[in-house]
């Protein structure tokens, strides 16, 4: 294949042959020719500009649109709330029931047992002489004691079952997980732009535990958290919970003595009164049965045990059961230590920011000015003329009443 301008260059040759007037203007259009051909190869080809978008115009949102964006999301929050409060009890009745069972099935024929009995009353006896404790002193001591058994023998079989520090955490993320479903439809009900409905969600302060900064958190944040446990704020706010639920002695932790192991303490000290080997069911049961205990021998002493028995499980039952009912106070319905406080928390922080309203505001241009006065005088009531009074004071009355003068 042959190039432009070598095929022009060898036809120019050829007219160079033959000068003339027309070879010479040939010659000319053929070395424009040429240069053209030239210029054309030497020029690289253009790239195209690139297309700049049109700025997306703001989609003005009123007032009134916003409220009732914000009496949405309030409203959402409290749907949101309500199926996981719902969750968090009906776990947590089960956790009861286990607790029931388990104190029934081990903790009391272990504490009622001979000697475990045997084995309390040489303890209280160590703790009163080793340094002479007072009273306060000793309850503590034996408490700490009782707790580390009722914890290995009845919470923590049951915390393997229904562990009320995971009944907390999953019933704040199924909080969490219900309110991102009802408020995904809200951008589309309103026809909001998603920047803007997402700016909204920025705006709310879902969690705010400062210092430090990171335990603050968004709305925004909260719901397009990966993994919530991933979120310091969502962290923080459920070892809060977690904390208090150990101050007041509800969780498996021995740090605080709990109501269960404190309450059949006191009890246990409050009707015992060591006298050598005196045993603490003596001190439960008390009177001529308790002193008999003490004084007969091993073999004598476990058939009198058992005899009394029956009623020194009732009594200790009767603590037990107001001890967790002390523990089951702390995890449902103490407002800082409860299961639900995490929910609570969240759920206030929203409704607090997003007021709901029961009525779309409408605004009624006219009917609050003042009517303008007139120089008319006020109509007068017409006076009774030729017995009119007693017609009108008849009106009301029956056909065929007539008034006793």
């Known amino acids: 294949m042959k190039l432009p301008f070598l095929e022009a260059a060898s036809i120019g040759m050829k007219l160079l042959t033959k000068p003339s007037f027309t070879t010479a203007l040939a010659v000319g259009r053929i070395s424009v020719a040429l240069l053209l051909a030239l210029v054309g190869c030497a020029t690289p080809e253009r790239v195209p500009e690139p297309v700049v978008p049109e700025p997306t115009p703001v989609v003005e949102i009123s007032e009134t649109t916003w409220l009732q964006v914000d009496s949405d999301i309030g409203a959402a929050s409290l749907a949101a709330a309500g199926p996981a409060r719902h969750f968090a009890r009906v776990e947590m009745e089960r956790w009861r029931q286990l607790v029931a069972s388990r104190v029934e099935a081990d903790f009391i024929p272990w504490f009622s047992g001979y000697w475990t009995q045997q084995w309390l009353s040489a303890r209280i006896a160590w703790y009163k002489l080793s340094a002479s404790e007072e009273k306060e002193a000793v309850v503590n001591r034996l408490a700490t004691y009782l707790q580390v058994e009722f914890r290995d023998r009845v919470l923590a079989p049951v915390a393997a079952e229904v562990d009320p520090e995971a009944v907390r955490a999953q019933a704040t993320q199924y909080y969490v997980q219900s309110l991102r479903s009802a408020l995904q439809p809200i951008a589309l009900l309103y026809d909001l732009p998603p920047e803007q409905f997402d700016r909204r969600l920025k705006a709310i302060p879902a ?16 719901l397009h ?5 991933s979120l310091p704020a969502y962290a923080a706010l459920l070892e809060q919970g977690h904390q208090a639920a150990i101050e007041a002695g509800a969780g498996l932790s021995t740090t605080r003595i709990s109501p269960v192991a404190r309450r059949v303490s006191e009890k246990l000290l409050e009707r015992l009164a060591i006298s050598g080997g005196a045993s603490a069911i003596s001190a439960l049961i008390g009177g001529i049965a308790g002193s008999v205990i003490t004084l007969g021998a091993a073999s004598v002493g476990i058939m009198l045990h058992e005899s009394a028995r029956g009623p020194t499980e009732a009594l200790l039952r009767e603590n037990l059961t107001a001890g967790v009912e002390d523990i089951w106070h702390s995890l449902m319905e103490d407002p800082v230590s409860r299961v639900t406080a995490g929910i609570d928390y969240l759920s206030d922080q929203i409704e607090k920011c997003c007021p709901r309203t029961f009525g779309q505001p409408i605004e009624l241009p006219g009917l609050l000015e003042q009517a303008p006065l007139t120089d008319e005088p006020d109509p007068q009531p017409e006076t009774a003329e030729d017995g009119a009074v007693e017609e009108n004071a008849n009106d009301d009355e029956p056909p065929g009443f007539k008034s006793v003068d």
């Open 225 to 229: 958290a990966g993994k919530l446990d």
């Open 207 to 222: 969690i705010e535990l400062t210092p430090p900064a990171t335990h603050n958190a968004s709305l925004y944040q909260l």
